[in-house]
């Protein structure tokens, strides 16, 4: 009876999403602690004094499918010609190449193996202030419905974006130009 009310009452409806996508972030780390994996972050040492700023016009696309990560790379390049970019298939490896360059705008798929792109975005943030870094902006990319965590970020801070697969081009070159300092 309760699933037909949510079902039928638009007023439950947001409740409703909120519960099913936690529920599912409970099911995949109790998956992970059954599986004896590692946390996805790792502690690092706090930087004192003021926020390190970001590396200018750096880009990390962070993409498990091989032909979009290197289409979005070969469009913010082209379009976007003072931009370096460097590209990962997964969560781990954003977060070994964020740690190496801390890159001032990440455009990462939400959905992949291993580590989430909402578990990869809460880990670079806490990397972030630990030491003592100025946080990147993401361009969350999904062709799947928004996790409550995703949207909770791109609505508490406009210097976050979610586009919805497939992605236009121009409006990635957008929102790339719109997030990085110039």
């Given at each position: 009876?309760?699933?037909?009310?949510?079902?039928?009452?638009?007023?439950?409806?947001?409740?409703?999403?909120?519960?099913?996508?936690?529920?599912?972030?409970?099911?995949?780390?109790?998956?992970?602690?059954?599986?004896?994996?590692?946390?996805?972050?790792?502690?690092?040492?706090?930087?004192?004094?003021?926020?390190?700023?970001?590396?200018?016009?750096?880009?990390?696309?962070?993409?498990?499918?091989?032909s979009i990560r290197a289409l979005i790379q070969k469009v913010v390049q082209r379009g976007l010609p003072m931009v370096t970019s460097d590209a990962a298939?997964?969560?781990?490896?954003?977060?070994?190449?964020?740690?190496?360059?801390?890159?001032?705008?990440?455009?990462?798929?939400?959905?992949?193996?291993e580590m989430r792109g909402d578990e990869v975005f809460l880990c670079v943030m806490e990397l972030c202030r630990k030491r003592g870094w100025d946080a990147?902006?993401?361009?969350?990319?999904?062709?799947?419905?928004?996790?409550?965590?995703?949207?909770?970020?791109?609505?508490?801070?406009?210097?976050?974006?979610?586009?919805?697969?497939?992605?236009?081009?121009?409006?990635?070159?957008?929102?790339?130009?719109?997030?990085?300092?110039?």
């Amino acid at each position: 009876w309760d699933q037909l009310e949510l079902d039928r009452e638009t007023k439950y409806r947001g409740t409703g999403m909120r519960s099913v996508d936690v529920l599912g972030q409970l099911r995949d780390q109790e998956a992970t602690i059954k599986a004896g994996k590692e946390p996805a972050c790792t502690p690092e040492t706090a930087a004192p004094g003021s926020l390190e700023p970001c590396e200018k016009n750096a880009v990390l696309v962070v993409d498990d499918e091989p032909s979009i990560r290197a289409l979005i790379q070969k469009v913010v390049q082209r379009g976007l010609p003072m931009v370096t970019s460097d590209a990962a298939a997964s969560g781990k490896a954003a977060l070994e190449l964020f740690k190496a360059k801390h890159h001032e705008l990440i455009v990462m798929d939400v959905s992949m193996p291993e580590m989430r792109g909402d578990e990869v975005f809460l880990c670079v943030m806490e990397l972030c202030r630990k030491r003592g870094w100025d946080a990147p902006s993401v361009v969350f990319c999904t062709g799947y419905n928004i996790p409550a965590t995703v949207r909770a970020t791109v609505e508490s801070d406009p210097k976050h974006l979610c586009l919805l697969k497939p992605v236009d081009m121009g409006r990635i070159i957008d929102a790339v130009r719109d997030r990085i300092t110039g």
